[in-house]
């Protein structure tokens, strides 16, 4: 009797952690299932992503550290301090920085002419739309616009010889050049501008101005001292956005300038083609370097326009 | 007041030439074709062109496949996302941005040295496969606006009270996925389609490197080899360009006067 009682209570005792422990492992398998089905929603997604964007990526980020033998080296990147591909580089960087600069000042002044200067409506919106267009209307058309206007027998060209007699070609302006080439580029720079300031320039409220104004402050104080401030965040960081989108742009320089013109992009153009830089590493390695300096100059304006949201809540 | 009023038109006059005059050279120079007078030839000459209807047939197809496959993956993942893994939204919305970081002639340069003819998954092996990969490097380079603008009209509608309606009444996810949640973005749908089409229908890049005969390489070969034809071609895919925002504009204005909507 003494010996039977204990195994009951010890049962019973077992029974309770036991059944706990079972519940316990239900209730997790159950979670578990659910969130492997949470995860294979999204898979399809993941697996193209990988497939088709960060795989092909990583394989020429690693490359550039390869020689076609599969040595580790650091001669692709030290071979990209070479003339040719410094001056391409130097010359992207100044196309893409010109042209930024002038999307961003004339892009600044339309969206401060549509959002403070007093315009009828059907402007702001008229120009908006249009934006709209032109920030999507690049590449080789874009090149064709331009050369039949400001190129040789362009109309621009043809107006000014015909009519004032002066030859646009003789002051040394090329259309296939350095100076064209950012002419062209801001076609599409001014109106990301436009759209992207914009809704910043909306955000400036009105009682800053009235307090800055009863507080006896000039325009030229309230702009310097206020709104630019407030505004340097999105400005900059719109004008890295811009940078990078020039960076990257081939189609046009392409069509525009044939190979004339040595960019990064037209030069990796032809070492896709047919190996000019007779290392194929190489290539990976001037790949390496634009993913560099558009990636830099994405990760400065996400980090600029996190400051600027501070001041749109 | 009066000097800020000036300045804005002036800003305005400013923009106004430097948009209008270089649409305005294009079009007039279109129509030099004939000497000595106006016409329509050059026109005439790129419609009758053989090549020119093939291409832009292919690119229309192309940017067809690019919608719809597009489409199939980002409205179930930007749905799936927002109604059972919000704590991976920022990482998706990362990854629908990094195309627009990452150069095009970059990414298709990727392809070309890890799907070539003799890799493992060999896409550019033959012509079907090349399609393929076009369509999906159309995808990738579209993907930050297909993303942005179905998360945004999904943004309107509530996700989760939708779908466990259709739950409740016994809808299988098919059901809820087809008949429930897309026909509620269509506005956002379609914009992503417009853009998406004016983006494939002037891409260069890509068919090009890939070899594929699309529209963006045909307007570089028509413009390195002939004179009037490539402004005719600049004003159709201007035109081109105008009638998609256009689209995506109509089509947000509709969107916005459709009723049950939640505020």
């Known amino acids: ?6 195994p009951v209570g010890g049962e019973a005792f077992f029974i309770l952690p036991k059944k706990r422990y079972f519940m316990a492992t239900a209730s997790s398998s159950f979670i578990d299932r659910r969130t492997v089905i949470d995860w294979l929603g999204i898979a399809p997604f993941m697996i193209f992503a990988l497939m088709f964007l960060i795989v092909p990526t990583l394989y020429l980020v690693m490359g550039a550290f390869f020689t076609p033998d ?6 692709n990147i030290a071979d990209l301090f070479t003339p040719t591909i410094l001056s391409a580089y130097w010359i992207s960087i100044k196309v893409s920085f010109a042209s930024s600069l002038g999307g961003a000042l004339i892009g600044f002044f339309l969206a401060w002419a549509i959002v403070l200067g007093g315009l009828p409506s059907w402007i702001r919106s008229g120009l908006l739309t249009f934006s709209g267009v032109a920030s999507n209307f690049a590449g080789v058309p874009l090149a064709f616009a331009f050369i039949a206007t400001l190129g040789r027998t362009g109309l621009v060209t ?9 030859n646009l070609y003789s002051t040394g302006f090329n259309l296939l050049s350095f100076v064209g080439l950012t002419v062209t580029y801001m ?30 402050a000039s325009t030229w104080q309230y702009w310097r001292m206020v709104a630019f401030p407030i505004l340097w965040p999105s400005l900059l960081g719109t004008s890295l956005l811009l940078f990078a989108n020039a960076f990257g742009a081939i189609a046009t320089a392409y069509a525009l300038t044939g190979s004339s013109l040595n960019i990064v992009p037209i ?36 980090w600029l326009r996190m400051r600027a949201e501070r001041w749109q809540k | 007041m009066k000097m800020t009023k000036f300045f804005a038109w002036l800003a305005i006059a400013i923009g106004l030439i430097y948009f209008f005059v270089p649409l305005l050279g294009t079009f007039e120079f279109s129509l030099r074709m004939r000497r000595g007078e106006y016409s329509f030839d050059a026109y005439g000459s790129v419609f009758s062109d053989v090549q020119f209807q093939q291409t832009f047939g292919f690119s229309i197809l192309m940017a067809l496949f690019t919608i719809a496959f597009g489409m ?36 298709v340069f990727g392809y070309l040295r890890l799907y070539n003819s003799s890799s493992y998954i060999p896409f550019t092996g033959s012509t079907f496969g090349t399609n393929v990969l076009l369509v999906m490097s159309y995808i990738t380079l579209s993907l930050p606006y297909m993303y942005r603008s179905v998360d945004t009209a999904m943004r309107t509608i509530d996700v989760r009270t939708l779908t466990e309606a259709a739950e409740i009444l016994g809808a299988k996810w098919p059901t809820i996925l087809f008949r429930c949640i897309f026909p509620n973005v269509m506005s956002g749908v379609l914009s992503g389609a417009f853009i998406t089409f004016a983006i494939v229908m002037g891409e260069f890049t890509m068919a090009a490197l890939l070899n594929r005969p699309a529209f963006g390489p045909y307007l570089q070969l028509v413009g390195a080899n002939k004179a009037y034809e490539p402004s005719a071609l600049a004003v159709i895919a201007f035109a081109m360009t105008w009638l998609s925002m256009g689209l995506i504009q109509l089509v947000s204005r509709l969107s916005k006067m459709a009723p049950a909507r939640r505020a």
């Open chain 1, 1 to 6: 009797m003494h010996l039977a009682s204990p």
């Open chain 2, 72 to 107: 199939l993956l980002v409205v179930p993942t930007a749905y799936w996302v927002r109604l059972r893994l919000p704590q991976m939204r920022p990482v998706v919305e990362f990854v629908t941005l990094m195309p627009l970081v990452i150069p095009a002639i970059v990414i």
């Open chain 1, 187 to 216: 076609f599409f720079q001014i109106p990301l501008m436009v759209l992207i300031l914009t809704p910043a320039l909306d955000g400036l409220k009105k009682e800053w101005r009235e307090a800055s104004e009863i507080l006896g």
């Open chain 1, 267 to 302: 030069l990796l153009y032809a070492q896709i083609r047919g190996d000019v830089l007779h290392n194929p590493n190489l290539g990976y390695a001037l790949a390496l370097g634009m993913i560099v300096i558009t990636g830099l100059s994405n990760i400065l304006y996400i």
């Open chain 1, 70 to 75: 599969g040595q580790f080296t650091f001669k």
């Open chain 1, 158 to 166: 043809v107006f000014l010889r015909e009519w004032f007699g002066f």
